[in-house]
C-alpha cells in the first residue's frame, strides 16, 4: 500500500502485519502502486511524481520523475507493458526496452481527471473517470469507447476486472456498479455505505475487497 507523506508498506501474510517496504524512500504522496513478477518490479505514482523498477536488456533500474503531471493510477501489466493515467485525460505508456515514456492518447477536449485504470490483457484495458466516465480500449490504447455506468456525475475512483466479461467500478457515497458482459452494460449494487470508496479489487469473480474514507 501507499499513501501521503511517503508511505509504502508490504504484508507477507495476507494483510495480517504491515511493515515499511522500503521500495521508495522520497517523502512524497503517492496515489497508486502496481507490483508484478514477485516484487521484482514495481511501479509507483503521485502527485507530480512518478517512480518505477523495471529491466532493461537483463539489467535492474529504479528511476524516479519529478514530473508536472498527476499521477492516480498505475498498472504494471507486465515487464513489457506499464501504463500510467491521471489529471487532465492524462494517459501514458512505456514499454521495457524504451529510455522514455510515450504519451498513447490524450483524450481531446476531455478535462475529465483520470482515476483508476485496470487491463485485462494487453490490448484490452478500462479507465474511469470524474462525472461517472468510463472507457474502454481493445486496441492497445490506439482508440478508447465510453461506457454508460449510469453513474452520472459521480466519480468513480476504483475499478477491477477479475476476467473478461465481469467488472466492478467504486466511487463516492459508497457507490459500486458490476458489468457481466464487458462493460457494455452495468447493475448498480449495495455496499452498506454511504462514505467514499477509493479502491476495489477483486480475486475471482466472486471474492473482492473495497476501501474508502472514514476507515
Given at each position: 500500500?501507499?499513501?501521503?507523506?511517503?508511505?509504502?508498506m508490504r504484508t507477507k501474510d495476507g494483510g495480517i502485519t504491515w511493515k515499511d517496504s522500503a521500495f521508495v524512500s522520497e517523502n512524497k504522496d503517492y496515489n497508486s502502486i502496481s507490483i508484478s513478477n514477485s516484487f521484482k518490479e514495481f511501479s509507483i505514482g503521485g502527485n507530480g511524481y512518478l517512480a518505477f523498477k523495471a529491466y532493461l536488456s537483463?539489467?535492474?533500474?529504479?528511476?524516479?520523475?519529478?514530473?508536472?503531471?498527476?499521477?492516480?493510477?498505475?498498472?504494471?501489466?507486465?515487464?513489457?507493458?506499464?501504463?500510467?493515467?491521471?489529471?487532465?485525460?492524462?494517459?501514458?505508456?512505456?514499454?521495457?526496452?524504451?529510455?522514455?515514456?510515450?504519451?498513447?492518447k490524450l483524450l481531446k477536449g476531455n478535462n475529465n481527471t483520470i482515476l483508476s485504470s485496470d487491463f485485462i490483457n494487453n490490448r484490452t484495458g478500462y479507465?474511469?473517470?470524474?462525472?461517472?466516465r468510463l472507457y474502454?480500449?481493445?486496441?492497445?490504447?490506439?482508440?478508447?469507447?465510453?461506457?454508460?455506468?449510469?453513474?452520472?456525475?459521480?466519480?468513480?475512483?476504483?475499478?477491477?476486472?477479475?476476467?473478461?466479461?465481469?467488472?466492478?467500478?467504486?466511487?463516492?457515497?459508497?457507490?459500486?456498479?458490476?458489468?457481466m458482459n464487458g462493460g457494455t452494460n452495468w447493475t448498480k449494487q449495495t455496499s452498506g455505505v454511504n462514505s467514499l470508496l477509493f479502491s476495489i479489487s477483486f480475486i475471482d469473480t466472486q471474492s473482492g475487497w473495497s476501501c474508502g474514507d472514514i476507515g
Open positions: 500500500v501507499v499513501g501521503n507523506g511517503g508511505i509504502n537483463g539489467t535492474p533500474i529504479i528511476s524516479s520523475f519529478l514530473l508536472g503531471d498527476n499521477y492516480f493510477s498505475v498498472i504494471t501489466l507486465s515487464k513489457l507493458h506499464r501504463w500510467f493515467v491521471g489529471a487532465g485525460g492524462l494517459i501514458e505508456k512505456w514499454d521495457s526496452g524504451s529510455s522514455s515514456f510515450n504519451i498513447v479507465f474511469t473517470s470524474t462525472s461517472g474502454k480500449t481493445t486496441d492497445a490504447g490506439e482508440n478508447w469507447k465510453y461506457k454508460n455506468t449510469y453513474y452520472s456525475g459521480i466519480n468513480l475512483y476504483g475499478i477491477s476486472f477479475p476476467s473478461e466479461d465481469v467488472g466492478f467500478v467504486c466511487g463516492d457515497s459508497g457507490k459500486i456498479s458490476k458489468t
